[in-house]
């Protein structure tokens, strides 16, 4: 969640603010960008939508490499 938490950060919105545009609490979203909680694909085409972008663009290499690592 490097990359999600990368790209909120370049963007300068807060996990509250991130929480509220993805429709969660700041907690829960916090937990998924800090890998407490699982990643849902609705929830990552949320998050991706508030970047403007895809899914894919967002969570692809990290879900690769955890893959590989498992």
Not at 28 to 56: C, G
Request: some cysteine; proline content about 1%; hydrophobic content about 35%.
């Amino acid at each position: 969640m490097q990359e999600l938490k990368r790209l909120r950060k370049k963007k300068k919105i807060s996990c509250e603010d991130m929480g509220n545009m993805i429709g969660v609490s700041k907690v829960y979203y916090w937990q998924l960008e800090n890998d407490k909680r699982r990643l849902t694909y609705d929830m990552a085409v949320k998050i991706a939508h508030v970047f403007n972008t895809k899914p894919d663009s967002v969570f692809y290499e990290e879900t690769k490499i955890r893959i590989i690592k498992s």
